[in-house]
């Protein structure tokens, strides 16, 4: 069994402080949260830019400031969102992926997200897949629903996407497919052979979602971007904190952790000069 990846989601785009006090939203604080998260056991950071007033943006300035900050100071792999936020123009979603970072996030389709929609064409998509090929940036294919998995085959057929991919499985999305083992089963089954997959579970299924991965063999995306509590009413003081309760569960089931590095060779992460 490979290693365990633990992504931490940091902070996203929709959670607002009026939600949690924790939530860090200047540079600075994404970064600090971030290195503390690596520092707990996280390999992968996945990050979402803010304004001074929480709001999300694309801008790549922010983006550069934060990404900068994070490789002072961590050798973990920084991830960035071109989801963005629900609302979001392509062009403002796709703009960061010119920043050339190691990961970025590819949704492989349209989903009901809240009371939102979450807007993916196949244009877009392509768009955004061609993009990270160009600039080199390893694609982390996001599944909020089982048809974005072949969606993503389709991509490699037309040359966009190499395989082998790398998914993260989200469940519990409101309007997506729901945070269930079975759905997790059924998810991994239709993924093409030799993939790696993360899940992540949405609220309430961020914790057994978790686990079924670890026993599994997947890998695991905790953090406040997806789950703002540790337990029932109380809330989780940082992303770190649910690391460190991944790593705990990690190490009773006998998974060991992989490295920033060890992480970069098993998502497909190619060295740079």
């Known amino acids: 069994m490979q290693k365990l990846v633990i992504t931490a989601a940091v902070n996203g785009a929709e959670v607002m402080r ?35 007033d929480g709001s ?32 979001m123009t392509a062009d403002e979603r796709g703009d960061v992926i010119s920043l050339a970072p190691e990961m970025a ?3 492989t389709g349209t989903v009901n997200f809240g009371e939102g929609v979450f807007y993916n064409s196949p244009d877009l998509i392509a768009d955004f897949a061609a993009r990270m090929k160009k600039y080199g ?10 048809g974005m998995i072949a969606n993503a085959q389709n991509l490699v057929k037309k040359g966009l996407l190499s395989e082998p ?7 519990g999305v409101p309007g997506a497919i729901p945070g269930e083992i079975a759905h997790l089963m059924h ?20 914790l057994p979602i978790t686990t079924a991965a670890i026993l599994l063999g ?5 953090g406040l971007e997806d789950n703002i509590y540790y337990t029932k ?15 705990r569960i990690a190490q009773e089931l006998g998974r060991e952790l992989a490295t920033p590095d060890e992480a970069r060779q098993i998502v497909g992460i190619s060295s740079r000069a």
């Open 165 to 171: 991919l790398h998914f993260d499985l989200v469940l």
């Open 56 to 87: 999300p943006t694309q801008d790549k300035a922010v983006y550069r400031e934060i990404i900068e900050r994070i490789r002072e100071q961590s050798s973990v792999i920084v991830q960035v969102s071109t989801g963005g936020a629900v609302g």
């Open 105 to 107: 996030t590819l949704s």
């Open 187 to 206: 998810m991994i089954a239709t993924l093409p052979q030799g993939s790696t997959w993360t899940a992540a579970g949405v609220g309430r299924a961020q």
């Open 137 to 146: 940036v390893r694609p982390e294919i996001e599944v909020f629903d089982i």
């Open 233 to 247: 009413g109380r809330l989780a003081e940082s992303s770190a904190q649910l690391v460190a309760r991944v790593v």
């Open 18 to 52: 009026e939600q949690t006090p924790y939530v860090p939203i200047t540079p600075e604080e994404i970064a600090s949260a971030a290195v503390e998260a690596a520092a707990a056991g996280a390999s992968i950071v996945h990050v979402h830019a803010r304004r001074p």
């Open 218 to 222: 997947g890998h695991v995306r905790v």
